[in-house]
């Protein structure tokens, strides 16, 4: 059952349309097949919104230092301001497709900003670290809503041609990547880390008047009740997790400790309760026919692998930088820019040639030169600094991620095109859930460690193992070529 916003013609559905419905909007079926004349306009406002959620996702690892200081708070409690908000994510990634299915993504797109908005200028006002790490999720949950929206909004807009629209998402991603370390240096150095939240407020500003001006109206869709229970559970369950692994980073505590057991003991119950759950429930917060065939569960594993290699491991390049080699934060910020710089280089020709090269090629070669970049990020080959190796060594892996980002972004599309929200959910959740395992496992040890820097190193060097292990699965996957 469908209830239509007033809408103009050429602003529908255009997947999975039923024969009734192509009856119904013979017209505004004909302008998808060619699509809609404003949608650079509208890819416009879209990547502006995604440009600011790249932009505080890379902006705050050059400030961690900082926050941890001003705020007198353990280095694995500040790492909460990164998984709190990629556990945030976690739990409205599944569910925001859905939700701008049925409210319509104009709407769902304008709320998540206001959403996402107000909590950054809470976020900067914040007084101690456990404020700002519940203001971090509240961020999360407007941020998090942007991609499924965005990528809705932006399939419809763009018609035959919207693989390569969202393939483009992987250009400007990185372009927060570039600005939002050296941004963060910046704010760290000759102001305080508090910028790097009031700089999302005029931006946000911006983006929230020019989406209600210029984004179509959508199809709204009857998607059924939203599967609240497992939402509460699939977030305590990765909730718990996280205490275990920041109460194990207590030096006091060791693994056979009461309290770590519990909370692992807990996070093994709820993950077991979802699962059961998820199998018994009408609407799913994870669709299980999206699980059941061999490439979906390659593709989630993939993705799980590249969150923590890139998403989670990568935000902390910047304490990487000032712990082991001693260098300013702002030149820690531009050491993390380098590795967007290589994504842009890389992502723009990759998205064009996917229909020639198909999925694993890119993945394959981009997976392995992320893996090479991390070993070599590990290593510093005498008579050469500390900056410009950092730089080179990030690069590397940049390309790596321009390689593989569309590709993978694309490649599970292609198996189901009439599932395009869904699987923009859970593809952003699995990644969601590798950054928080990284980052989580990482700071934890780093909290224990006599040499932070050190085993920082060791993570990045050590995680190339993951990574390249995902090649033999990507191989296996069936490759497609042409328009999807």
Request: include cysteine; charge should be positive.
């Amino acid at each position: 059952m469908k209830n239509e916003e007033s809408q103009p013609l050429g602003h529908g559905d255009s997947l999975g349309t039923s024969a009734g419905t192509d009856l119904e909007h013979p017209v505004e079926i004909a302008s998808h097949a060619v699509g809609d004349p404003n949608r650079w306009k509208i890819f416009a406002v879209v990547g502006s919104a995604l440009f600011m959620a790249s932009l505080d996702l890379t902006i705050i690892g050059t400030a961690l230092p900082a926050i941890h200081r001003s705020l007198h708070a353990p280095i694995n409690w500040t790492a909460w301001t990164i998984t709190a908000s990629t556990l945030g994510t976690v739990v409205i990634m599944p569910i925001a497709g859905g939700i701008s299915d049925q409210f319509g993504r104009k709407r769902t797109f304008i709320i998540s900003a206001i959403v996402f908005t107000l909590a950054s200028l809470a976020c900067g006002l914040a007084s101690n670290i456990y404020l700002l790490v519940i203001l971090r999720v509240v961020q999360a949950l407007g941020g998090g809503a942007f991609m499924p929206s965005a990528t809705g909004i932006v399939a419809d807009s763009f018609g035959p041609n919207r693989d390569r629209a969202i393939a483009m998402f992987t250009s400007i991603l990185p372009a927060g990547g570039i600005v939002g370390p050296v941004l963060g240096g910046f704010f760290v150095t000759y102001w305080s880390w508090r910028g790097i939240f009031f700089i999302n407020v005029p931006i946000g500003i911006i983006v929230i008047i020019a989406a209600w001006h210029y984004l179509p109206r959508s199809v709204r869709h009857d998607v059924g009740r939203a599967d609240i229970v497992g939402i509460v559970l699939i977030g305590l369950t990765v909730l718990s997790a996280m205490f275990g692994a920041t109460i194990l980073g207590s030096a006091h505590t060791s693994p056979s400790s009461p309290a770590f057991l519990g909370c692992v003991g807990f996070a093994l119950l709820l993950g077991g309760l979802f699962a059961r759950h998820e199998m018994r429930a009408n609407n799913p917060i994870i669709p299980l026919h999206l699980l059941q065939g061999k490439s979906f569960l390659i593709m989630d594993l993939v993705n799980l692998t590249y969150g923590a290699a890139v998403l989670g491991l990568g935000t902390l390049v910047p304490l990487y930088a000032e712990d082991r080699f001693h260098i300013a934060p702002l030149q820690a910020g531009t050491v993390l820019a380098a590795r967007a710089v290589g994504t842009i280089a890389v992502a723009g020709i990759a998205s064009f040639l996917l229909r020639r090269t198909g999925f694993r090629l890119p993945m394959i070669i981009g997976m392995s030169t992320i893996a090479i970049g991390s070993v070599l990020m590990f290593y510093r080959p005498p008579g050469i600094g500390a900056f410009g190796w950092l730089a080179f060594t990030t690069g590397i892996t940049g390309i790596g991620m321009g390689a593989a980002m569309p590709a993978a972004n694309n490649a599970t599309l292609s198996f189901a095109t009439d599932n395009i929200a869904a699987i923009t959910g859970l593809r952003g959740m699995f990644r969601s859930m590798g950054s928080i395992i990284a980052v989580s496992v990482m700071t934890a040890i780093v909290a224990r460690s006599s040499d932070p820097g050190m085993v920082l190193g060791w993570g990045f060097a050590l995680v190339a193992i993951p990574v390249l292990g995902m090649i033999p699965f990507i191989i296996s996957l069936e490759d497609h070529r042409g328009n999807w």
